[in-house]
């Protein structure tokens, strides 16, 4: 099969790359109160695009046809005319599953299947689809205090040499980075973090810092809010 895969590309005369369907938004939060919930989609080119979405729950390499997740999403194909939107609508199906005391995770999909170039049709042209994957998340009613609750809830805990950063809240939470906080500005470049790459930290639970803190008692991190804005907050044990 690999020999045929590299004899097939080996044969083809031109490969293009081009992402023109673009999500409006980093992230999507659905409300429990909520019937449904719209999700804009933009075409950017000057031609019509072929867009396939599916929700996951949390395998990306799921085919859409195996997943079972409680959410419908239409439509599930459709083509968006050239500086054209298209409105994806998401409803909550049987969450009765779903914890009422947290937020629960899921990913929103849109594969991105342009047109064949004219007069490419018919020649040995590989034709490139992209798939852009956001975190689809459903939130109960009830969780105390809304998102802006997040940043008190966020600590370090150290055990030993060890250390973590404590989310106890009922949130999912995105940290990019952390540091000793030493009095700078919060919204300062970080110039070094304990982090090694971008924290996603379940509710309730305790991520491994990458980097040992030492002495320091404060720390200072930027996470991503329900906007996709980085949100500075200084934080302590």
Same mark, same amino acid.
């Given at each position: 099969m690999l020999r045929t895969l590299i004899g097939f590309c080996a044969l083809l005369s031109s490969f293009s790359v081009f992402s023109s369907i673009i999500i409006n938004s980093t992230r999507v939060i659905y409300p429990q109160n909520a019937g449904f919930i719209n999700v804009q989609?933009?075409?950017?080119?000057?031609?019509?695009?072929?867009v396939q979405a599916w929700i996951d729950d949390g395998d990306p390499a799921k085919s859409p046809e195996?997943?079972? =997740?409680?959410f419908s999403l239409?439509? $599930?194909?459709?083509?968006?005319?050239?500086n054209a939107g298209q409105a994806l609508r998401l409803a909550k199906q049987d969450i009765s599953a779903l914890p009422?005391?947290?937020e629960?995770?899921?990913?929103?999909?849109?594969l991105d299947v342009p047109p064949i170039p004219a007069g490419e049709a018919g020649t040995n042209y590989l034709q490139v689809a992209l798939r852009s994957r956001i975190k689809l998340f459903y939130r109960p009613e009830g969780l105390n205090g809304g998102e802006k609750i997040i940043d008190s809830q966020l600590? =370090?805990?150290?055990?030993?040499?060890? $250390?973590?950063?404590n989310n106890a809240s009922p949130y999912y939470v995105t940290v990019v980075n952390i540091a000793p906080f030493h009095?700078?500005?919060l919204?300062?470049?970080?110039t070094s973090s304990l982090l090694n790459e971008t924290a996603f930290i379940a509710p309730f639970s305790c991520h491994p810092l990458d980097k040992a803190p030492g002495n320091a008692s404060k720390f200072r991190l930027s996470r991503i809010d329900d906007f996709g804005s980085h949100r500075f907050v200084m934080t302590g044990e």
């Open positions: 989609l933009v075409n950017q080119s000057t031609s019509t695009h072929l195996k997943i079972r =997740v409680p239409t439509p $599930a194909v459709a083509k968006v005319e050239a009422k005391d947290r629960s995770v899921y990913w929103l999909n849109v600590s =370090v805990k150290k055990d030993g040499g060890k $250390a973590c950063l009095g700078e500005n919204k300062a470049t970080f």
